[in-house]
């Protein structure tokens, strides 16, 4: 069975996200919260790395899908620029 989460404070058991800004931060951050008496329990980043990952990656194959067709379109130009020659 596993155990709860509970405030250090209030010992209550529901939390919440707030954004806080810190001073000196690069990034914007979130406070996980006890909903009743508003104590940090602990700091989570703003944005959701595993998300932005995915992103990039997608966006990276995307271009190598990109790249693959110029490749192509070049070797075709190469090609026909040859049969010119002779």
């Not at 406070?31 to 998300?51: K, L, R, W």
Request: proline residues 1%; glycine residues 8%; charged residues 20%.
């Amino acid at each position: 069975m596993f155990g709860s989460t509970k405030c250090g404070k209030c010992e209550g058991a529901a939390f919440k996200l707030q954004e806080v800004n810190v001073n000196g931060a690069a990034y914007r951050m979130y406070a996980i919260q006890c909903t009743s008496c508003q104590t940090p329990i602990g700091v989570t980043e703003y944005f959701d790395n595993g998300s932005l990952l995915k992103k990039q990656e997608k966006a990276i194959a995307d271009l190598g899908q990109k790249i693959s067709h110029i490749e192509n379109a070049v070797n075709q130009i190469a090609y026909a620029l040859q049969s010119l020659r002779r």
